[in-house]
């Protein structure tokens, strides 16, 4: 694993859900995938394939595009704001492995 994403969502129901961002390494491509679980992981589809498959010199910034998503979720593609989820007690975090 080489980062994962966890929202607790307060708002509502108390619901949490975490999405895990994966690599694999082949001679000369890297292989991403997304695995997701818990009460939000149908907001982004992590089960069909790869989330990304890159040349392993590409300058793609795979991790800050999996943030990205991630907050994505958890703002509900932009239906609230941070201040207004923190105010509720909603949290996101991240942790690179």
Do not use: P, Q
Not at 1 to 23: N, Q
Not at 27 to 38: I, P, R, T, W
Not at 73 to 85: A, G, M
């Amino acid at each position: 694993m080489v980062i994962s994403c966890e929202i607790i969502d307060r708002c509502g129901v108390g619901a949490h859900t975490y999405f895990e961002l994966y690599r694999m390494s082949s001679k000369n491509k890297n292989y991403y995938k997304v695995l997701g679980g818990g009460a939000y992981a149908d907001s982004w589809d992590s089960g069909s394939g790869f989330y990304e498959i890159l040349s392993k010199d590409s300058k793609t910034d795979v991790i800050s595009n999996f943030k990205d998503a991630c907050n994505e979720v958890f703002t509900n593609h932009s239906e609230f704001d941070y201040d207004e989820l923190d105010e509720n007690g909603s949290s996101i975090s991240f942790e690179y492995i």
